[in-house]
């Protein structure tokens, strides 16, 4: 078979796939449902807004969980409902993966150039053009830089007479802890823990979108993609929506080969967004000999002095495990030895993606 004979199967094949789809936009991660799958961690959010609402007085919330879990869509759902009231705040949306500085931060919301400007006078017109009351959501703060170390525009937020309210959205279970102590007295943050989904929640979200999106729905089929989503990827429902879309649009994969490819999908994209640092800890983790944390912390830093980085201490180590596994990169496994406990380090991705990642980073 020649190029064009591939191209040609392979646009027929796809041509055919697409009769089974109703509407792509379901399957797009960015899509936010009219009714998303409702959980008991959105409520003490709903009520710290609606209480801000009405006193004026904000409450910060610091919403946790593994990514995947329905963090961000459940706070944007929130979002659309709550503008539609009378008495609604301003409210400002910002992902700290793409300006990932307090500086780089009031400039995206000024929409101004970030050259040429102190961060008091961004902070100086921010608060001038939002005199009212405001809520600031934060996705993927525990993203921002190393840089900023301190955080400043967390620390403005806290002192502001304006009183603005802020949503910070993290993956890193551990990122309160690493707050300077000045942001944290004056923040005081309520922490919202949003758990993994079971498999019954991810099989109604794989029913509903496969009702808006397809013109046949198998649950048997929804229940499979369900099993394995839990099973092996930290219930991170973005893989089982991108393999429901696959098996609408080449079904001949099956399911398994669409999930594998799925998960491929998502994993190389979460690698090639990690920092240096990171990507590290999981290179020591695929070379170590022993799965266990202490023997890969050991190699980690031999690699890292190799490849001209400062490696982090044995707690923020640590911590970065967690964070890693809340991406669903690696599952900490609490094992028995002897007569004392230790976790060993279990990676969910294949080796050839993070080698891939690794080439291009380190070559």
């Known amino acids: 078979m020649d190029l064009r004979e591939y191209i040609q199967q392979k646009s027929k094949k796809l041509e055919t796939g697409s009769l089974y789809i109703r509407d792509y936009r379901v399957f797009d991660f960015n899509y936010i449902p009219q009714k998303p799958l409702m959980r008991d961690e959105i409520r003490p959010i709903a009520d710290a807004i609606l209480r801000y ?20 869509v459940l706070v944007k759902s929130l979002i659309q409902t709550l503008s539609k009231e009378p008495s609604s705040p301003k409210f400002l949306y910002v992902n700290c993966r793409h300006h990932n500085t ?6 995206d919301l000024l929409q101004v150039r970030p050259r040429g400007y102190s961060l008091d006078e961004l902070w100086s017109q921010f608060q001038s053009r939002h005199p009212g009351p405001l809520v600031l959501v934060l996705d993927e703060v525990d993203l921002i830089s190393e840089k900023d170390r301190n955080k400043d525009l967390l620390y403005l937020l806290s002192r502001s007479e304006n009183n603005y309210m802020s949503l910070m959205l993290s993956n890193n279970p551990r990122f309160h802890t690493l707050l300077d102590s000045s942001v944290k007295s004056t923040l005081q943050p309520e922490v919202v823990h949003f758990k993994n989904y079971d498999a019954e929640q ?29 099973r092996n990827t930290n219930s991170d429902v973005r893989v089982g929506i991108k393999t429901l879309y696959f098996c609408a649009l080449e079904s001949e994969s099956g399911v398994e080969g669409n999930f594998q490819r799925a998960r491929r999908d998502i994993a190389r994209d979460i690698l090639a967004d990690l920092n240096d640092k990171n990507l590290i800890i999981l290179q020591a983790t695929q070379q170590c000999e022993s799965p266990q944390v202490k023997p890969v912390y050991g190699l980690y830093r031999r690699l890292s002095h190799q490849y001209r980085e400062t490696p982090f201490s044995y707690v923020y180590f640590y911590s970065n495990l967690s964070y890693l596994q809340s991406l669903g990169l690696i599952l900490l496994i609490s094992t028995k030895i002897g007569r ?4 060993r380090i279990q990676p969910l991705f294949e080796p050839e993606t993070l080698h891939s990642i690794w080439q291009a980073r380190f070559g």
């Open 53 to 72: 609402m009405t006193t004026g007085i904000p409450n910060h919330l610091l919403i946790i969980g593994s990514r995947g879990c329905g963090k961000t």
């Open 102 to 107: 307090s500086f780089k931060i009031l400039a």
């Open 202 to 230: 991810v099989f109604s979200i794989l029913q509903h979108r496969a009702r808006l999106g397809l013109r046949e729905v198998r649950d048997d089929q929804l229940r499979h993609i369900a099993a394995l989503t839990v």
């Open 340 to 343: 004392s406990y230790t976790n």
